[in-house]
């Protein structure tokens, strides 16, 4: 397997602009999670899904962010407009089940810079 | 709320040495707890997973206890190499799926 994958691996953009972020999961894992890492704030849990399903989006910083998961093998995390302290590290990760017995794989990550 | 705290924030040490990093947590309800490495501009990969009813788990040279009661876990790295070097993390999973992690260790080996 290949492998969470995650794209783009860099972004670049102007403070305003709609920032779309992708991920595939571990094919037949049923838990999505994305994290956002800086150096001020370490890696945060923003939102995760169950078979396609938001459970927790408590993490989700504020409206501009959004997250989906249309089908068991993509998710799209977007930030509409972005601001300059959406700077930061964003990672994709899955697992096969929840918590207990099973570990999440995480993907590379996007690193996002917002001028 | 869940708070992971990791110490030290940095360790230098010469190739061959014996390390031990350490991770304490303030909610002892966890389902388990895992030893994450990060390597720079790398993703995470997952080094070792205790249940909550478990006190250690060992793999080649690492070996992670747990100890639920106080809040500690503690990962030992015997005979350290310049391969090590990278950051190390620790994240306990709470209710749901959640995972909360400390800040991280960032491990220097020396040749």
Known sequence: ?115 | KQEVTQIPAALSVPEGENLVLNCSFTDSAIYNLQWFRQDPGKGLTSLLLIQSSQREQTSGRLNASLDKSSGRSTLYIAASQPGDSATYLCAVTTSGSRLTFGEGTQLTVNP
Request: charged residues 20%; hydrophobic residues 30%; proline residues 8%.
């Open chain 1, 1 to 115: 397997d290949a492998g969470v994958i995650q794209s783009p691996r860099h972004e670049v953009t102007e403070m305003g602009q709609e920032v779309t972020l992708r991920c595939k999961p571990i094919s037949g894992h049923d838990y999505l999670f994305w994290y956002r890492q800086t150096m001020m704030r370490g890696l945060e849990l923003l939102i995760y899904f169950n078979n396609n399903v938001p459970i927790d989006d408590s993490g989700m910083p504020e409206d501009r962010f959004s997250a989906k998961m249309p089908n068991a093998s993509f998710s799209t995390l977007k930030i509409q407009p972005s601001e300059p302290r959406d700077s930061a590290v964003y990672f994709c990760a899955s697992s096969l089940t929840s918590g207990s017995p099973d570990t999440q794989y995480f993907g590379p990550g996007t690193r996002l810079t917002v001028l």
